[in-house]
């Protein structure tokens, strides 16, 4: 068994997540969407987009658009730190890079309740759930919302 697959099997078969932070809002994405995370890099702006698109990025030959959870949840734009990264996702046919404050870790749920309409001054719709671990809540995150939002 590789590192990849022994992650996987970590949590008797539960699903698991990504969690990260912005600010000091937790948020999850499930693992199996996530590409890679990588160190925040140099970001090309690109004209007439939504504000919440950052530009895009080469990913070892691979453009790649970015966006800023921040900006989309209405939260106002901070530095990237050394902790921030950009979380590669493929969704759909797409590779997105959706950059966040910092990554915690990789967690299972021992209960996810159907989002409130809104959670935290952002609305629901942008979720799929809100996730209980030992660590507190997370806002499970419905990526159809979060990448193809109008």
């Known amino acids: 068994m590789n590192d990849r697959e022994d992650l996987f099997m970590q949590g008797s078969g539960q699903e698991q997540y990504v969690a990260f932070g912005i600010n000091r809002e937790q948020y999850a994405i499930r693992i199996y969407d996530i590409h890679e995370i990588i160190k925040i890099q140099a970001v090309t702006a690109i004209p007439n987009v939504k504000p919440y698109v950052k530009g895009v990025i080469n990913l070892r030959g691979r453009i790649v658009p970015v966006i800023s959870l921040r900006t989309l949840f209405g939260m106002e734009e901070a530095e990237p730190t050394k902790a921030s990264r950009i979380v ?63």
């Open 88 to 150: 590669v996702v493929h969704h759909l046919e797409d590779t997105v890079g959706i950059m966040v404050d910092y990554v915690s870790k990789v967690t299972t749920f021992t209960d996810i309740q159907p989002p409130p309409e809104r959670v935290g001054g952002v609305q629901g719709g942008f979720f799929t759930g809100i996730g209980l671990a030992d660590s507190g809540l997370a806002g499970i995150l419905k990526l159809d919302e979060v990448l193809l939002h109008e």
